[in-house]
């Protein structure tokens, strides 16, 4: 609250010469107040006004009070406002506001403001209104700000405008409450689909918000200095942004030293952001709390992970809870793990609810998984939605787990698109399909890949066929496809991808893939590896390769491991690999392979 109240000083009186080498010690002021207690000794109401106000000002009641007095008691409306002040101070409310009101009605905007105060203490609201409103209307930056903190308690639209007028006279908690409102306001008519895209007009990120943000953080206000931070970071000015949030976190900002030590992390320091998180968490910062958690964690000192994530949840932060569930279940302590999610789950954390519908599943118990798993899909986890379709799924419930594969998928799960793509390639809704494919395969997953490339092929018009060793033409889409699930190790892709470059006879393309595939266990990428080195004139590394098809389930494998043996005079190795294919199959290799083992066995009878 100020003290004086009135522009009038000592000086303005004209009755003393301003010194013109004042003493930069403090001498000055000491002079000064000797020549304003001469003047109010010798009857000077306006000196004795001053001189109470300088001692009011230093604590001294007992001395300020006569002065305040006797200068009221010759009209003076700034004695009365500080007298009002030091009553106030003395706890005598009620006496206090008697003098506000005599230096109010004689025009004391700062008296004004002190009575507003009070009444709206006292709850009459009526009569506060009114007295702030005389001190805003006289221009004074403490009356707007109390009024428009009046008129906002009740949802009154004027509240904006007295609160623009005490910003614009430097007060910075309403600086800083205007930027409130004006983001609170953009965001209301984004939700409204009025905001400013809507309209055609482009605003600057942050927007007149943020030179209220400036304004306040300027004059030292801390959550303006943190907002503003918060600002400059999600544009990418992260320079000025730890800034920011270095001064408000020096003025005590939990909240601002928290975000500092994120900043100082992405930036490769781990050690400062360590210093700043463990500043936040002492004062109090869950998320501070958790974050050395994490890093120590990360370090592999569980126990001092350990006891942060307590200190988070002490603070009120149920991450913590979850941070320490995530560590149990690490260390295969479960029954821990189990507590610690169930904890977190029940204050709404909705992935802890996830990950304890997880843990009761790998127990055995989807009875119990499957309303965790509900909970946390209805509060918007997105592995949940996944998680629910693959247990309808496994329980043959196709019809009820699409429809939580669909969610997941919306909010860009790749695997829950996969499986929407199945489905719909399923039921021959080929459009809808190859949409989600598309969004599951350029999400990174080899399988959507591969089925998209499927899709694609069956469109293809039959190409001509090539020789092996002519000139490769140009790769289609499909193509791409194929390659791209191929280059993630899916092995039928690599098969594919190698029968494709065979067509278009690039046969070292061809090897390589079948050769890829073969090793990585695919009996098909084996079989045609073979085909591919027999018809090169590599018959013996061909029949290693059939060899290991054959063994991993090839029939046709077999059957022309049975004719190499055949034709190189081995016939009872040849006979036991006819036997092979016949078991194997297809009925059109069983066949085969049944007439040339007669043939072999007659051949070693005879």
């Known amino acids: 609250m100020d003290v004086m109240g009135d522009k009038a000083t000592l000086l303005d009186t004209g009755r003393f010469v301003q010194p013109s080498d004042r003493d930069e010690t403090g001498d000055g002021e000491a002079v000064d107040e000797a020549r304003t207690r001469l003047a109010a000794q010798a009857g000077d109401v306006e000196a004795t006004s001053v001189l109470g106000a300088i001692l009011l000002r230093r604590g001294d009641l007992d001395g300020a009070e006569p002065l305040l007095r006797a200068a009221t008691a010759e009209g003076d409306r700034a004695a ?21 009101r005599i230096a109010a009605v004689a025009g004391s905007a700062a008296a004004a403001h002190a009575l507003g105060r009070y009444h709206r203490e006292h709850g009459d609201e009526p009569a506060a209104e009114y007295w702030l409103r005389q001190s805003a209307e006289q221009g004074h930056a403490l009356g707007a700000y109390a009024l428009a903190d009046l008129l906002e308690h009740r949802g009154d639209t004027a509240a904006e405008r007295w ?20 983001d609170h306001k953009a965001a209301q008519e984004a939700q409204e689909g009025e905001s400013s895209a809507d309209n055609g007009v482009d605003v600057p990120a942050g927007g007149e918000s943020e030179q209220w943000y400036r304004q306040a953080a300027a004059r030292g206000h801390q959550r303006a200095a943190l907002q503003l931070g918060s600002i400059l970071e999600k544009r990418g000015e992260l320079k000025e942004a730890g800034r920011w949030y270095l001064t408000s976190a020096k003025d005590g900002e939990a909240r601002a030293a928290c975000a500092l030590g994120f900043l100082l992390r992405d930036a490769g320091d781990t050690e400062s952001a360590a210093v700043w998180w463990l500043r936040a968490a002492q004062d109090g910062d869950g998320n501070a709390a958790n974050a050395l958690g994490a890093l120590h964690a990360e370090r592999g000192e569980t126990q001092t992970a350990e006891r942060w994530y307590r200190a988070a949840m002490d603070a009120g932060d149920e991450n913590g809870a979850y941070n320490l569930g995530l560590l149990c279940a690490e260390q295969t302590r479960t029954a821990q793990a189990e507590q610690w999610y169930r904890r977190a789950a029940y204050a709404g954390h909705r992935e802890a609810a996830n990950a304890l519908a997880v843990l009761l599943l790998q127990g055995g118990d989807a009875t119990g998984a499957e309303p965790w798993f509900s909970k946390a899909a209805e509060a918007g986890s ?8 693959i247990l309808f799924a496994g329980r043959g419930e196709e019809a009820v787990a699409l429809p939580w594969y669909e969610r997941a998928a919306a909010a860009g799960h790749t695997e829950a698109a996969l499986q929407v793509g199945i489905a719909r390639l399923r039921d021959g809704d080929e459009r809808e399909a190859e949409r989600h494919l598309r969004c599951a395969a350029g999400g990174g997953s080899a399988e959507a890949a591969y089925r998209l490339a499927s899709v694609l092929d069956a469109r293809r018009p039959p190409t001509p066929a090539h020789e092996l060793g002519e000139q490769v033409h140009e790769k289609t889409e499909c193509e791409e496809w194929y390659e791209r699930a191929a280059s993630q190790g899916h092995r039928r892709a690599q098969v594919r991808v190698g029968m494709l470059a065979a067509a278009r006879g690039d046969v070292v393309e061809a090897a390589r893939w079948y050769r890829e595939a073969a090793e990585a266990g695919s009996r098909n990428g ?16 061909a029949a290693v390769w059939w060899a290991r098809a054959a063994d991993a389930g090839h029939g046709r494998a077999a059957l022309r491991l049975a004719l190499v043996y055949a034709r190189r005079g081995e016939l009872a190795e040849g006979q036991r690999w006819a036997d092979r ?3 194997l199959g297809p009925g059109e290799v069983s066949e085969r392979a049944a007439r040339l083992r007669d043939a072999l066995r007659q051949e070693l009878t005879a």
């Open 526 to 541: 084996a079989f045609n590896l073979g085909l591919l080195l027999a018809r090169e004139g590599s018959e013996p590394e």
């Open 382 to 389: 997105v592995d949940a939605a996944f998680n629910l379709g």
């Open 80 to 100: 009365a406002n500080n007298l009002g002040v030091l009553l106030h101070q003395r706890g005598y409310t009620d006496e206090a506001a008697g003098w506000w």
């Open 163 to 182: 609160m623009r007028s005490a910003a614009e006279r430097g007060h910075r908690e309403a600086a800083y409450r205007l930027a409130r409102a004006l």
């Open 581 to 583: 294919a016949v078991t």
